[in-house]
């Protein structure tokens, strides 16, 4: 099984960045998908939730509005679009699949975005 994150970068306040996770390995419909993100202060916190037939998905009230995420079941990837990007999400993002039948779950290595002027 592969996960794999891309997309990271450094920008200033007010940017927009749009990291991607590429899945392999799994039957990817089968896996719900999220990010998560490792903050400068060692907080791990979920940022973004989406299920395995991307019909539902959750972004949590620190990011609505800000955050959309998607998945696209023919090409195996999971986005993260971020805008409005501030400061406090500079963090380690992380891309985790969750078996829907099943309680097993992958991370990716995580990629590192930084927000600063």
């Known amino acids: 099984v592969s996960v794999v994150e891309s997309g990271g970068g450094l920008l200033e306040p007010g940017g927009s960045l749009t990291p991607t996770c590429k899945c392999s390995g799994v039957p990817f419909d089968e896996y719900h998908a999220s990010w998560d993100r490792l903050t400068p202060g060692w907080e791990c916190e979920l940022v973004a939730f989406i299920t395995g037939d991307g019909n539902n998905a959750r972004i949590v009230d620190a990011v609505k509005g800000r955050f959309t995420i998607s998945r696209d079941n023919y090409r195996d990837l999971v986005s993260l679009e971020m805008n409005s990007l501030k400061p406090e999400d500079t963090a380690v993002y992380y891309c985790?699949?969750?078996?829907?039948?099943?309680?097993?779950?992958?991370w990716g290595q995580g990629t590192q975005v930084t927000v600063s002027s």
């Open positions: 985790k699949i969750q078996g829907m039948s099943s309680n097993t779950e992958f």
